[in-house]
């Protein structure tokens, strides 16, 4: 069985991730990529989750053969070969499940110093979601509803410049609120004409 095209693309933990639908119809991604982000060993991840059922079974690993893109034909499958290497996909919400079988201090011997920071950081962030879950019934994600609250402070200003300058008489005032309502509009990843604000 085959995965399906790519069905879109997802930004986790700073990648781009392509998404493909397993033949059960799951949203999976490759694995390779989260491994070489943690700048861990590929040979060894692989190894540590196809030995264990559990891993496996968990992780929602599929695999599949990979494709010469040249002809478009699927190599042999042959597992007692050692260089047959499938491409290894992962269920989209069992990423951080992943994540959770990593050792910070691993990836930290390894040199990857922000990549280590960044995962001891979810883990407990996790651990502590977990924990609300368990003992509430629910758990919140503090640092969504900050960047939220952030998102919508920043678009509120950004509306409040755009009526600043549509109120100023003066062209060259005009022009330099258009170069900040330009700025704003880049980091809100706002498109807009600006020579349609004049």
Do not use: C
Not at 76 to 82: G, L, Q, T
Not at 144 to 158: D, G, L, P, T, Y
């Amino acid at each position: 069985m085959k995965t399906s095209s790519i069905t879109m693309i997802i930004n986790y933990a700073g990648l781009q991730l392509p998404v493909h639908k397993s033949p059960t119809a799951e949203d999976i991604t490759p694995l390779k990529p989260i491994v070489d982000m943690l700048g861990l060993i590929w040979q060894d991840q692989r190894s540590k989750i196809m030995s264990s059922d559990f891993y496996r079974n968990h992780l929602g690993i599929f695999e599949q053969p990979r494709t010469n893109n040249q002809v478009g034909l699927s190599l042999p499958v042959d597992r007692d070969n050692p260089t047959y290497l499938p491409e290894v996909f992962i269920r989209i919400d069992r990423i951080a499940s992943y994540f959770m079988t990593i050792n910070p201090e691993r990836v930290r011997a390894n040199g990857n110093i922000s990549g280590a920071d960044y995962l001891q950081q979810k883990i407990t962030e996790w651990a502590d979601a977990l924990h609300d879950y368990e003992s509430m019934g629910f758990a919140v994600n503090l640092n969504h509803h900050k960047h939220q609250s952030a998102i919508n402070r920043q678009r509120k200003e950004f509306a409040q410049m755009i009526a600043i300058k549509n109120k100023t008489p003066d062209q060259s005032d005009r022009s330099a609120l258009n170069q900040i309502i330009g700025q704003m509009a880049d980091e809100l990843d706002i498109k807009y004409q600006q020579e349609l604000l004049n």
